[in-house]
Structure formats: C-alpha cells, structure tokens
C-alpha cells in the first residue's frame, strides 16, 4: 500500500477515518456486552478531554469535516460479515463470546446524537444517552479527532514530502521490531488504536508486526484489523466499569464495594485469560489489599499507570501472600511503552511471571520529530464516562496526573480507598 499517496489524495467521503462499528478496541466490545446485561438502563455522559492543551484542536481541525465524519460513522452498522465473524469466531478459545441477545441488538444499533461545541482553541464534544449505546462512541470519536490533526498537518505537504516522510515513520517502525525480534520469548500485541496516526497507518503497523515478529505478535485491539489480518483480537476491560459502577454508588460503603462488584458481574461471564484484573483506577495496592480472595485466582493483572515496574512486585508480593504461584500468572504492562521499557521491563520479570506487553501510542503514531515543529507528535486525548445518572466519575490512577474528578469527589475517593500519597509522573501517551 503506498500511503504516501492515498494521504495525498485524501477526500472523506472515499476515504472515512472510521469504516465500521467495529474500527474500535476489543475491550470496548466485551465490556458493552456487560453493561448490556448488568446495567443497560444506566444513564451516562462521555466527554472528549484533550489533556495537552498546547494543541489547539479547534484551530487545526475544521469544525465541518469534524461534523461530516461524526454524522458518517452515525450512519454505520453491522454488515453481514462482521456480525458472522462476531458470531461465529473463536476469541480467547471460546467459540460465541458474544451472546445472541446481544448481538442482535448490536446488529441494530446506530450511534446516538453527539453534542459538538467550540470553546476557544479546544473542541467540546460529549455524548449523552444509555450506556451500551454511548459507550461505543469512545473510540471512534478518538479516532476522529487523531486523525483529522494528522490530516491538517499533513495537508500542506507536497508528494514527495509526503513519501519521504512514511519511509522515515516505516524506518523507524522496522528498527523497532527488529530490535524486539531478539527478545527471547516475547509475548506483545498491538494497542494503538486510541491515539494511532491513522487506521492506515495502524494496519500497516500490524501488518510490519505479523511479518517481523511472527509467534512472539499475539494480535491486535482493533477488531477490524484483526478480522482483515486473521490475528487474534486482544483485549479485557478498562477504567470505565469500575468509574461507572462507583458513581452509581449510594453511600461510602457500598463505593468501597463498586470495584470488585465490577469483577464479580465479569467473572460470571469469562474465564481463563479474559479474567484479568485491571486494579489501579483506585490505587493498586488499595485494591490489592482490600480485594476477596477469589480475585487471586484470577489470570492476571494489567498494569496501566504509575512506575509499572512497582506495580507488577506489588502485585507479585499480593499473589505470595494470598499463596498463590506468581510465575503461572499473567501480568499486561501496556502504558506508555516503547521499545526500551518493552525490553526493560521483560529481562527484569523474565521467569517471574508471564510478562505480555500492549505496545499503544508509540507503535501507532510515533512520527516524533519528523516533520517541523514536531508538529506530527503524538498527544494525550482521551474520551471519558463524566457522569452515571447524573452523578459524577472519578478516577483516581496510580499516577495522580491522571486523575479526573470534581475535587470534592476526589477528596472523598481518596479517603474511601485510603489513597496517601502518589508519585506524579509525565504522561506518557
């Protein structure tokens, strides 16, 4: 594929940032079917944040186009392979993950209204209505917005401006892999697809991965890709459970409850490698102490903030103390990973425990000073839960950067999970 030249072509209506409903995360799709059956009534508001607000997304991006995508991927649904491949594929050696209830309702679905304002340099965007349906917008809205600021930069620059700038992206990509390729028993997957450059760009990155790194690449988030490339489709769940569950909460008690009630709904419905722990959206080690001992049984945890190096020895300390065997467990180092940390991380826990890496932002969308002013470099854009029935989400992290929250609530989540005091660490996309 000459990207080089589709880029230089460009125009939407031949060319939308999002193809399908299933241009998004894996995760998004398993913890949908959750909120379909435990909490479908459940009323929630997403709300885009641009946490590097040194780029002016309103300034970049024109509010039209912006209009003109979000309205083509309201008009998207299920074509009839994607429903066969969701139905009748095995994910995780389970044939039917996806029940029949809820894939017909999926197979119906359109995306509801979004709200699009400007304020001053930044955009506003929110999405209100019940949570299996608004939920779904998380992605593709990231996608959008990642894609278009790519897009206008892109812009002004000539063809061969352009060939030479993806032989540069593509150079630095292989060296990546090629470097990774001498890891003895490495296990990574692609989980670029929140912040990638483009879907094209993602899919060629997947594609370089299949062919340099053969067995030690065990497949992609995005669920498309995954379908197109005949690779595995990686993913569990995120932040958003455990943030919606918690402001659902009627008192103190019953919000030291709301994360492990969140497990609790998950292990009904998954086993195996599905039954992964992500315990940092309160504090790790909070979580870890307070947690029932079912959860020890549990695959494995991922670590996705703070020093991840401190999170996967708490988590080995934990696994002793509740006497079970860390080297049979399963720990997902996936934020802000490039090569050296990839490496680093996995001498370091080799033999250990089974150490996996999702490889996001930095595999995906490193054009890190390729064009001028790094005006192509990856930035921290997220879309989140806001509100559950008009009360208010929090997110607390191990890397207090991270947090999201009115302060009042995050006071009171603090006091509730016992969380004293935090490392702040950068944002590493």
């Known amino acids: 594929m000459d990207i080089a ?47 590097t607000t040194t780029v002016p997304l309103a300034r970049l991006i024109d509010e039209g186009e912006l209009r003109e995508q979000l309205d083509h991927i309201r008009s998207l649904s299920l074509s009839r392979g994607e429903s066969t491949w969701l139905r009748g594929n095995t994910f995780y050696g ?12 999926f197979e119906n679905l359109r995306l509801p209204a979004y709200e699009l304002e400007r304020r001053g340099d ?30 206008a930069v892109l812009n002004d620059m000539g063809r061969f401006e352009l060939q030479v700038l993806y032989a540069r992206a593509m150079t630095r990509v292989w060296e990546k892999i090629e470097r990774l390729r001498e890891v003895e028993t490495l296990r990574i997957a692609d989980f670029g697809t929140r912040r990638r450059h483009s879907f094209l760009w993602q899919d060629w990155c997947v ?65 195996g490698n599905l039954r992964m722990i992500l315990p940092d959206t309160y504090g790790t080690k909070g979580f870890l102490d307070r947690a029932p001992d079912w959860l020890a049984g549990w695959t494995g945890i991922r670590i996705d903030s703070g020093d991840p190096a401190a999170g996967a020895e708490t988590a080995i300390d934990w696994w002793k103390a509740r006497g079970e065997d860390p080297t049979q467990k399963l720990v997902i180092f996936s934020d802000g990973l490039d090569v050296d940390k990839i490496v680093e991380l996995h001498h370091q ?7 996996s890496f999702g490889w996001g932002t930095l595999l995906t969308n490193d054009f890190r000073g390729l064009v001028p002013g790094d005006r192509l470099a990856p930035f921290s854009l997220v879309c989140k839960a806001v509100s559950a029935n ?31 005091a935090q490392e702040r660490m950068d944002v590493i996309v």
């Open 94 to 105: 389970k044939r039917q993950m996806f029940r029949s209830d809820f894939m017909e309702w």
């Open 122 to 151: 930044q955009y506003e965007l929110t999405f209100e209505g019940t949570w299996p349906e608004v939920m779904l917008w998380e992605i593709p809205a990231l996608a959008v917005l990642m894609e278009l600021r790519s897009r």
């Open 390 to 420: 008009g009360r208010p989400t929090v997110k607390l992290s191990d890397n207090p950067e991270k947090a999201m929250g009115p302060a009042d609530e995050i006071a009171r989540y603090k006091r509730v999970f016992d969380v004293g």
């Open 207 to 271: 594609q370089a991965m299949i062919e340099g790194l053969g067995e030690k690449f065990t497949g992609s988030s995005n669920c498309l890709i995954a379908m197109r490339r005949e690779v595995e489709a990686i993913g569990t769940n995120a932040h958003e459970l455990p943030m919606v569950y918690a402001a659902l909460a009627e008192d103190d008690a019953a919000l030291a409850r709301a994360p492990y009630e969140v497990l609790s709904d998950w292990h009904e419905e998954h086993s």
């Open 5 to 51: 030249t589709r880029v230089y072509n460009h125009k939407w209506k031949i060319d939308p940032i999002v193809r399908s409903l299933i241009d998004t995360d894996f995760y998004k799709l398993l913890m949908c079917q959750s909120v379909f059956r435990n909490r479908p009534d459940t009323k929630v508001e997403f709300s885009l944040i641009n946490r």
């Open 349 to 355: 826990f080799q033999g250990r425990v089974r150490a």
